[in-house]
C-alpha cells in the first residue's frame, strides 16, 4: 500500500509490518504483528490524518495445525507528511 505520507507499507504472513521509503525504497519502520497478515489492508482519513488498518489473522509460520493464536485487525496513525 502506498500512502500520501510518502511509505509503501508491506504486510506479511511473517507477522511483520515494513514502511518503506517511496522515493528511494529505504527501510524506516518495521513492527511484529499478533499474527500474520493475508488479503488487503484499509487506508482511510480522518480529521486530516491517514490511518492503516491490517488484518493479522493467518497462523503464524510454523505454529502447529490448529493451535490457536491471537488473531486482530491492527490500526496505525500515519505521520503527518
Known amino acids: 500500500v502506498t500512502t500520501a505520507t510518502g511509505l509503501v507499507f ?5 507477522g511483520k509490518l515494513r ?16 499474527a500474520g497478515s493475508r488479503g488487503l489492508p484499509i487506508m482511510y482519513e480522518a ?3 491517514q490511518y492503516l488498518v491490517i488484518n493479522a489473522t493467518q497462523a503464524p509460520v510454523g505454529s502447529a495445525a490448529g493451535a490457536p493464536f491471537p488473531r486482530a485487525y491492527v490500526a496505525y496513525a500515519l505521520p503527518r507528511r
Open 47 to 49: 480529521s486530516g490524518r
Open 19 to 34: 514502511a518503506y521509503d517511496e522515493d528511494n525504497g529505504a527501510a524506516v519502520w518495521s513492527t511484529t504483528m499478533p
Open 10 to 14: 508491506l504486510a506479511t504472513g511473517d
